[in-house]
């Protein structure tokens, strides 16, 4: 299986501060982790030719994990494209945080993916709901972060097929902060937690999730459609 | 409420046969029963004005039934995102038969919206999977249309909220027939049957779906999201 | 539309802090905002003859809305299997609060429906996470309890077929507050607040959601399944 | 991981035909081709001790495989609440054909698991209406058995999670023949094939479906939940 991890890299080059939590990027400390748990792992950034995903890379990515936040716009619609269909022909997508908003995680749900946010630094407390999915193995009740923005209801995304986590945020909100998708032959897993100036993916559990999720996201060996015109298998 | 019928009207002006069947086009025949329902029922084409699809019309329609087939790509793509827009904001939207490739159901879905499909006039038969839904009042436990096009599996969209019609064909085939959405505050749902070769809107089984759809679709007068920054409600 | 308010009705008794929030029972209290609702509502208690559940009455019952804590026990198997097999048939159901180990919704969940739970009159905020929904007609983006018991995740349901609301607690925990399910063709809402000292049946936007409730669980004149041996609709 | 099929084997006693199709039971040719998938199997039957299911049997099952069909309401109560227990707890549980009205599925679906059936040894095609799922793994479009029994729509079920196969019988009913849940901590599929005069488990397809139904069924190491009183983890 390999996986492909995609940041913009954009706050790492311009804000200090992200440069100093996450001195290789934030797709440096994911990959790093992966590696970890014994995943094969490549990077790829916005400023690579290409934008980091040329159609080679695409069609030997199995798992593609995607960070994005301030140059959504700037993501190739071509690229896009290409995202949504290797995601249908069975390829895993992990969008992480202000992923949300990006183009083809927009695409693949229909909907606006808007959300309240808020950067004050307060505590996030993910509460496991599916004690069942294999995304939470190894995990406890819930997932304690001491500092996070603020996401809140509503979240315009469709129904997940899989609500895995409910976070609590010290404001006063709530949001379905773990949520899974099929879309085609494609798993598609979104995970709130990682702003860019936050140690959060160096916290231990949000690792296993991701560990957990990349290995729930492999692609399926099933059947592979055949769409068009279809000669009856009866005698009409 | 107010209702919009929208048909792309192209088959009624090239294929006798069609006119044949539907002398006032289908959006003719389907606005028809729909106000002998009781509604509240304009109709509109791809060659009206903007498409028939004005801002004015969009803002004021409550639930808008769409059929087309031959030229979805000549809807206009601002038109499109018009509609989703309205979806997303509670327009209830009813996607008929071949619709299942209109730009405006792939951008809701998320996916091809591919299938299997067959012209041979073979006998389908809907099956109620869900006889809790509103929209089976009045039904029996299947619906028979003695010769319909066949639309087979797989069938690529998400999994539906609610799936409630399944259909068999003669050929061999199954299919997902009947199939409700939420997104955003809009309601969606898809209904198979339809081809224009074929009286299934007259089918008083067929109509009386329809008629029930478009009232399960009614907007709601829930909550209104509040997108973006957000104070906090409690102290942090 | 026929509804019928159970209540067990023994905190009522026994406790004089809740006598005095509700003098004319919970019952009462709910019975009384559903008829200004424009409802038909009678209401039915543990102690009544037949524990208030006649066949006659349940088989006149469109909804039936009910709460339970100290005396699940209590209620005879005998009735629990004639509920079931209402809902089943098309009655609706609304459980409230700490209805949620009532023998006839484990019964109809098929788990514990355990969960974590706290009485320190803490606030609670439910939040609307699905806008689209019939049930949030009428209310903001959320209802804030001033004092209510905690219910804490995990809750050991089935995943709602619609997740409605989503609660936040100041003691940091958060609950599926709000989860529609279909069973045969009956439709249940569970619905959380509702703690016997508060006044959380007085809240305004509590009664929107049951008013909203009960018409949404209203039974559908759907097809009734015929099941058993069935001759072949085809030639085998 | 460990594996208990467990089969009612009374057909095998009392009619030949079974005892020719299944010589060894249909627990051996389920065991069988397991055991060639690699796993760890065991198998135990109605009339065995205990009814085959004793204490430290269950509690070391990771996954239960089940056919019952004419002696459902031997099984002891006692065993069925011990069987849900554990499937609350993580044990996978695999539901096959006539099992849909055994008392441990009844339960765990809170509905009447009806259905329409006919036996008549027709042929039963089962579409993949989900080629993400990992149970379709090494499969086609379709499985194709040439004779089986009939069940036919409307299935008694709460609505599945996940819905992977739909079948298609000659004499004209469909069924949602592939559906997951989970409950608490454990995964169930039902699988509807399987009558016990047809070599349906002979068939690679069926065992590719099981071998794999039984790998996504492995219990996950998540939390473990905790219920009841909870102090705050905030200050209230």
Not at 114 to 121: I, S
Not at 167 to 189: D, L, N, P
């Amino acid at each position: 299986m390999k996986i492909t991890v995609w940041n913009e890299n954009r706050h790492e080059k311009k804000n200090p501060r992200v440069k100093e939590v996450y001195p290789n990027g934030i797709h440096g400390a994911i990959a790093a982790f992966l590696e970890k748990g014994g995943l094969d792992v490549t990077t790829a950034t916005l400023d690579d030719p290409n934008q980091g995903l040329t159609d080679d890379v695409l069609s030997k990515t199995d798992v593609l994990v995607w960070w994005g936040h301030i140059a959504h716009e700037e993501v190739r619609d071509d690229i896009v494209d290409k995202i949504q269909a290797r995601v249908l022909d069975g390829m895993g997508l992990i969008v992480l945080h202000s992923g949300h908003f990006s183009k083809i995680f927009k695409t693949l749900m229909g909907t606006s993916c808007d959300l309240k946010w808020r950067e004050a630094g307060e505590n996030e407390r993910l509460w496991v709901v599916d004690p069942a999915h294999p995304i939470t193995e190894g995990l406890g009740e819930y997932i304690d972060l001491e500092k996070e923005e603020m996401y809140g209801e509503h979240f315009d995304i469709p129904a997940p097929d899989e609500l895995v986590f409910v976070s609590w945020f010290a404001g006063g909100e709530v949001f379905r902060s773990g949520c899974t998708y099929k879309r085609g032959r494609g798993k598609i897993f979104y995970f709130r937690p990682g702003h860019e100036t936050y140690p959060t993916y160096y916290n231990e559990d949000v690792q296993k999730v991701l560990v957990n999720a990349v290995h729930w996201a492999e692609p399926v060996k099933g059947p592979k459609p055949i769409y068009g015109n279809a000669n009856p298998l009866e005698q009409i």
